[in-house]
């Protein structure tokens, strides 16, 4: 059997590095003073094992909602005879000075810092204890760490354990005092985002052996200080950095790049327009490029072959039959070329092995693929096409779709325009249509990045794209490994008292669905969570707006569900003023079946209580219950119901029937009409998960009426569906039960026909278990 779209288990190292970040005081640490995280002495952890704990901490903190960081992780670092460091990626504002202060000792090779926004002028210096072994360093998005944060930032040699000052750093105070100075090992620098303020030229000045530049969103005074670097360059980052003629020749005497990005972010931003000469200058000059971007530039119409002299036959990337002129020049076909937002992305004959662009979902989910990590706003963009395609078209990569959609939900957790697109786009992605080709582990990742969408964003489109996307999910079971968090997070999303109505409705549903279904364990920690107040509060809301909707009937069968076999919940109903709201309900909709269904099923669960039946035996309270008798809503479930909830009171015998009117003997009678009217043959819309509630009605003679109600309830279930109902109550030793039923002689005559056919019928079932009666299963929505 072929396993399914992404069921490649973690590797052994990766669980084993996850188990250790999660059990740090258990494994590798202990609680020192002022609970300062502490290193074990016996500890000691080669570079391979340091930086996975290291890029694995900062992925957790940024992927997993559930993972609590330590305030001191990165101190367990500090000291390189035990801890080695070489290769570190760090992200976000989560990173502050302190934390890169206390690797400083640390011989790195890497260090790639993306975003860390909370960087000032004192990891500047920091950076300077790593300049004879750094041979890779990424500071893209780090704008603030060129300015001082109030006084002189501290040199990387200075021991503080003061607490840093927190406040952003100043834009005004720009730090004068750096250079790349010392840092003779550099090979590949990223600068992406490097403020206007400081002079990209000068800063780059003594770096003479680089190999690799990034650029991107940087403002060039000039541009002869590339030429440096024309004989070791081999890749070069311009993006939406301001072409000019000056600039492009410049470029085209770096002739050993492979890897040229000119690329801008859109082509409305674009004064500079891509002719047939610049693109051919580039090809015939840069002789060794395998990877170019021109994504986002006006093409002019004279690069392009017409389409009635294009080659004929298929697609092809052979440089000669190019739609493109100037890549005709090409000596081989590239492996990358960057297209996206420019016409070129259309043409037929493209000489590239992966490109990007618009035209069809290979080129799209390419670009998703390069854009993710530096271009969010277009990863955006293409993702936001992966979404048309899924909707409207078929994904036919859907693994890769979801691994990159994933992949960009991750990365830019901040990031509310690909949280907006990323999870619309898994909406269609995970759908009935492509649910058979996904394996677990990969639905598990996409139920991970909807919750972190959902607990970073109360914007309505992200909670509403969020909160479908779970509906694609079978619940309880696939959410289950998240049952808390989930359950929290939509609560929270129905706390406020107005609310967007598409997203209160789904919140609702998936509540429901999430009580449907589970342990009484899991219903009870629900129910402390403040469920049973919320759905209480939604139906006040309704009430006040004289609405019954959706909302209204999914809250009052969601307290149905988690109420059923939780005396802790069925208290907190009667305690939230559950009981005037059903009387309120009643009142207000005395035509809504489903309603009224859903409510008497939730005080069938009440009245099953011992504890609770003293707080429904009042005039009022009985004097509805009796009159729902003769409710012919929803077939026979209101009327069942409402019984059912008078069989429990009767049981608990005639001394506690204080009240005078209405009389305990008339309402019995009431109860006897209505059970004689039913017809045993009812499909029913409810589902028991135990017998034990209606079973221990049946060996008694207090109330003959509360035993016949019990023995019809059975006599129904095994008759219309045997195959599920039969066996439950062999299993519950229901058998033996009836059998006492026919000994006692309070038994009633009708009674003990009925308990005699409901042994019959599982008599039968035994003999011949495939008898399934009418064939149909019973409806799971409700009770349960």
């Not at 780090?142 to 990387?156: M, V």
């Not at 070791?232 to 005497?253: F, G, I, K, P, Q």
């Not at 309830?713 to 026919?742: R, T």
Request: charged fraction near 25%.
């Amino acid at each position: 059997m072929a396993a399914k779209a992404g069921d490649n288990p973690d590797s052994l190292m990766t669980l084993a590095t996850v188990f250790c970040l999660r059990n740090l005081r258990k494994t590798m640490c202990y609680q020192g003073f002022r609970n300062k995280l502490c290193l074990r002495s016996d500890i000691f952890l080669p570079s391979e094992i340091c930086d996975k704990l290291v890029n694995t901490y900062m992925e957790l903190v940024h992927t997993d909602g559930n993972f609590e960081p330590e305030e001191s992780f990165f101190q367990l670092f500090s000291d390189p005879r035990s801890t080695r460091l070489t290769r570190v990626q760090l992200r976000e504002d989560f990173v502050r000075d302190r934390d890169l202060e206390a690797i400083r000792k640390q011989d790195l090779i890497e260090l790639h810092l993306t975003y860390c926004n909370s960087l000032s002028s004192r990891s500047l210096k920091t950076l300077t204890c790593f300049r004879e072994t750094l041979v890779s360093l990424c500071l893209f998005g780090c704008s603030h760490i060129f300015y001082r944060k109030g006084g002189a930032p501290l040199a990387c040699n200075e021991d503080t354990d003061e607490e840093e000052d927190e406040s952003p750093a100043s834009r005004q105070a720009l730090e004068t005092d750096f250079n790349f100075q010392g840092f003779n090992r550099l090979r590949l620098l990223n600068l992406g985002g490097l403020p206007d303020e400081v002079d990209a030229e000068t800063l780059l000045k003594p770096l003479k052996s680089l190999t690799s530049l990034d650029l991107s969103n940087v403002q060039l005074m000039g541009t002869a200080f590339l030429t440096q670097w024309k004989d070791r360059l081999a890749s070069l980052v311009l993006y939406n950095v301001d072409l000019s003629d000056e600039l492009v020749n410049t470029v085209v005497e770096i002739v050993n790049l492979r890897h040229l990005d000119i690329s801008r972010e859109s082509r409305r931003t674009s004064k500079f327009k891509m002719t047939r000469k610049i693109l051919t200058a580039i090809v015939q000059r840069l002789v060794n490029l395998v990877s170019l971007d021109i994504s986002g530039h006006v093409m002019l119409d004279n690069c392009t072959v017409p389409h009635f002299e294009e080659a004929m036959g298929r697609p092809s990337i052979e440089p000669c039959k190019s739609s493109i002129y100037p890549f005709q020049e090409l000596k081989r076909p590239l492996q990358f070329l960057g297209l996206h937002d420019t016409t070129l992305c259309n043409v037929t004959h493209i000489p590239a092995y992966k490109v990007t662009g618009s035209k069809n979902e290979d080129q799209v989910l390419n670009a998703i693929e390069a854009y993710t990590e530096f271009r969010p706003e277009l990863a955006h963009r293409a993702i936001n096409q992966l979404f048309d395609i899924a909707r409207i078209q078929h994904c036919s990569q859907l693994l890769r779709a979801l691994q990159l959609v994933i992949a960009a939900l991750k990365c830019h957790k901040y990031d509310k325009s690909i949280q907006v697109t990323g999870s619309a786009a898994l909406f269609y992605l995970t759908n009935t249509e492509y649910r058979s080709d996904q394996s677990v582990r990969l639905r598990r990742e996409v139920i991970q990045v909807v919750l972190n969408g959902m607990e970073q964003y109360q914007e309505v489109t992200v909670q509403r794209n969020c909160c479908l996307t779970l509906c694609n999910f079978s619940i309880p079971e696939e959410l289950e490994f998240q049952y808390t968090r989930v359950n929290q997070l939509l609560l929270k999303i129905l706390e406020p008292a107005r609310q967007d109505e598409s997203i209160q409705r789904i919140a609702v549903h998936l509540c429901n669905a999430l009580v449907c279904q589970v342990d009484n364990h899991h219903k009870e920690a629900v129910g402390k969570m403040g469920f049973v107040k919320t759905m209480l509060n939604l139906i006040q809301k309704k009430l006040q707006d004289r609405m019954c909707d959706q909302v209204m009937e999914f809250s009052w069968s969601a307290l149905w569900n988690i109420t059923d076999e939780t005396p802790d919940n069925c208290q907190m109903f009667l305690n939230c003023r559950g009981m005037s709201l059903f009387l309120e309900c009643l009142q207000e909709f005395p035509d809504k079946q489903e309603l009224h269904r859903n409510m008497l099923g939730l005080l069938g669960n009440v009245a099953e209580v011992k504890a609770l039946r003293p707080q429904l035996l009042t005039p009022q309270f009985i004097t509805v219950f009796s009159n729902l008798l003769d409710s012919k809503a929803d077939g026979i479930e209101v009327s069942y119901n409402a019984c059912g909830v008078l069989s429990h009171i009767m049981f608990d015998g005639p001394e506690v029937w204080s009240m005078e009117e209405p009389r305990r003997d008339t309402v019995m009678d009431k109860m006897w009409d209505a059970i004689q009217s039913w017809d045993v043959s009812s499909r029913r819309n409810i589902n028991y998960r135990s017998f034990e509630p209606i079973l221990r009605l049946l060996p008694q003679s207090i109330s003959p009426v509360s035993q016949h109600w019990a023995t019809w309830a059975l006599y129904n279930l095994v008759s219309v569906y045997p195959s599920k109902y039969c066996p439950l109550l062999i299993k519950e030793g229901g058998i033996s039960l009836l059998e006492k039923v026919l000994e006692l002689e309070s038994s009633q005559p009708e009674t003990k026909d009925m308990a005699s056919k409901v042994m019959e019928q599982c008599e039968n079932f035994k003999e011949d278990p495939m008898e399934t009666n009418h064939g149909q299963e019973v409806n799971y929505g409700q009770r349960g």
